[in-house]
Each structure stands twice: as C-alpha cells, then as structure tokens.
C-alpha cells in the first residue's frame, strides 16, 4: 500500500493527528470563549442602558464585518507590535476565533432571548424573581432550545474557520495537510486526508445538536 | 375601622399620549373580594397589571399593608417615599388570562421555583407545600406533567397554586377565564369561590357576572380610565345609580342572550 499515492501521504498519519488534535485545542478554546461572551454580550445588547449598548453594538457589527483572517494577524503580529503583548499562534488564533465567533453568537442568543414570549418575564417578575434567576431558571432554558440549531450550525463553520490559524504557521490540520503536500507532491491526497479529518471532528458536532434538539422538544411534550 | 389592606391613591398611568388610568383611587379591606367590571379598554387589567408592578405609574401612589408598592414617577416633592417601607414584590400574587405557566418545567417545578429562589425554602419544604397546593385546587395527580400536557382549567390551576405559593397578600386575577373553553371554566372559578371563602384578599377582572353576583364582596365598575360606581354587587347589578353602569350591562345581557344569565 505504501507505494499507491494515498499511502505515501498516510505515512504521515502522526503529524495529522497532530494536527487534529491542534485543531480540536484550537475550536474548543474559540467556541468556549465565543459561547461565553456571546451569551454576555446579547443581554448587554438588551440591556436598557445605552452606556452598554452602544459600545456592544459597535463590537458586534465590526466582528461580524472583518474578515476572521485579519482579525487572527492583528492579535498575531499587531498586539506584540502595539503593546508589546505575544499570545503565540495558538493563543492569538483562538482568541481571535473566540472574539469573531462570540458577535454571531450575540446575535443568535438575542434572537433566541427575544423570541421567548415576554409574558413569561411578567409571570417570574410577579413571583419575585430577580434578573439572574428570571434569566438562568425561566427565559435561557427556553431560549436555548430556539438558539440550538444555528448555535451548532456556527460551531462547525468555527471549525472549519481554524484552518485560517495555518496562515500564521500554527500547526493544525490544514497546516499539516499543505507541509505533507509539499513533501510529497501529492496535494490532493493530502488535502482529502485533510478533509476527511474536517468531517471526523466536525460531524458529531452536528449529531450531537440534533440529538440534544430532539431530547429537548420531546421533554417540552 | 382597620387599615385597608390596599389603598390606590389617585393613581394616573399613561402610555404615551393616552391615559389609561385617570386619578384612580380605591381601598380594598382584607379578606375582601372586589369584582372590577367594565368595557375593554377601561383600564381594569392595567389597574392590576400597576399593582402587581408590572407597569409604572405616573402619578399618585399605591400602598400594600401600609407600604409603598408604587409611587408615580413624575410626582415630585414626595419625600415620604423614600424613607417609606417598601412593599415586597411577592406580597402581590398574579394569575394572567394566558396562564405564563414555564412551559419547560413540570408543574411541581413551576410551583416551587419561587418560594426556593426567592424565599429560599429548602426543596423538601417548597415540594411539600406545592402537593399541598396542587391538592387543594384538584391537580395532585398532576405534579410531575409538563404543562403542555394539561387542559387550560388544569394549567390556569396550576398557575393559581404556583401564585399562592409565595402566599402573598393579595391575590390578583386578570381575567382568568377568558381563554377558557366554556366547559373549563367552571373548575377555575370553583377555585376561585373556595380561595374567597379562605378568606384571601382578592382583586378580580372578569366578565363572568354570575361569579361576580355570588362572591363578590363589592363590585368596581370602570370605564375610560376612571372608577364610575362602587358598590354591592346585588345593588350594581339590579339598580346601578349610574347610567353607565346601566348601559354596560344592558349590552352585556344582551350579547349574552339571556342564555347564561342566571348562571
């Protein structure tokens, strides 16, 4: 097998599980933090003061707008420049993944808030029940059976989108997938492998959403 | 005579250009059970939606056991507000026309949520007193169903106990049984008679004038934002001193055909 075109690209089996495991790293970290500060910044995007609005705004609209490759070079080579501050590729790839993916989470948790009926604030706000438990025990529960679906359709394109990490050299897979072409002229043997590893870590992402949609809806019946 | 348990002084809200509620002034003793009748858009559900505090007031103030559930938000110069006690925002207990049960959680969680977070009772504690609850108003069969799975007389049942849970002060009911199927809403207002007959304060709007006839310890009709007759419910309904009040009745007699007249 070793002589057949995809054998000579398997033979770098280790440095692609390298790679995965990298890009994993690297997708866990950004949708941890982008899940987090999402969730943050859609209740300051509601919140009724325009001193948090405004500037959540402002943060949303231009993560949203830039490109997730330029972001991921600004904290790369623009931090240390700037304040002197170096976050490596890894830390500067998936806090910039992290920054860019929370303003579509923002959005999609807004959305999910604001589509939950507003007479359920009234009935916790008669029981007496404050802000934090209203939103922790009766408006995200609801919420986030809304939000699912869209939550886990941007997980995947979060990603897909760590590839981009390989434009400041950090190894992950897409990285690994080009450094295995370039030694063994087999680019499309190697991008395959690449894209196969893609579905490996990306497809249970989208099983386990809609797993976790099903329980839900059968719960809520 | 004792002090009211509600006072509603001179209470003017407004959404933007429109008054809803103009100078509104009412007392409601405890135990009392007041009927508040009236075309819609008399202000009767804004009057409890600002008592259960659901809506700020403009002017004027509202007193619950003595202390200040709401003070109108362009009165100056009140400086007894400020150091006046504040009324407990569970004193008030709200039951809406749609239920607002928390469709994601069980019956039982829905009853028990509030007095474990808000009062911190001990789980144990709050699930006895929710059997105890669901018991009383008929559902105890029902305390671990989600509330999809109940009819609307069980869901708005449900939400009676949920309400009573905070064992409030007063009781608020915006038209119960409006949403109902007509076979359904017998069993809420059976609820309701039993509840009166404890003694429980309580505030209700509500186009069921058999109910009102029979329970009602005084009956508030409104219309256009004002309070127009204040009165025993035998005297309202067979000779209101106003013309108002007359009409209002005699449409609703009408509409109803007679057919549930004496219901």
New interface residues.
Partial sequence: MNGSPFGVVLSYLPDFLNGVLLTFELGFVSVSLGLLLGLVLALARRSQYRLLRWPTYAYIEFFRTTPPLVQIVWLYYGLPLLFGFDLGGFGAAAVALGLNVAAFFAEIFRAGIAGVDRTQWQAARVLGLNLIDTLRFVILPQALRNVLPPIGTTAIYLIKDTALASAIGTPELLRVGQLVANETFRPVEALTVVAVAYFVLTYPIAFGFAALERRLSAMRA | MTEPLIVVDGVVKRYTAETVLDRVSLTVATGQVMVVIGPSGSGKSTLLRCL???EPIQRGRILIGGAVAAAGTEDIGVEANGTAPQA???D???V?Q?F??????TVIDNIT??PR??LGMPREEAETLAVDLLRRVGLEDKRDV?P??LSGGQQQRAAIA??LA?RPRVMLFDEVTSALDPELVGEVLKTMRSLAEQGMTMLVVTHEMAFARDVADEVVFMDKGTIVERSSPARIFDQPSEARTRAFLERLLEREGGARRTR
Avoid: D, I, Q
Avoid at chain 2, 100 to 105: S, T
């Fill in positions: 259960a505090r659901l407990k925002s569970h008030v207990g709200m809406f749609s607002n049960l928390f469709p994601h959680l949520l509030a977070r808000v989600h999809t799975r949920r309400a905070m």
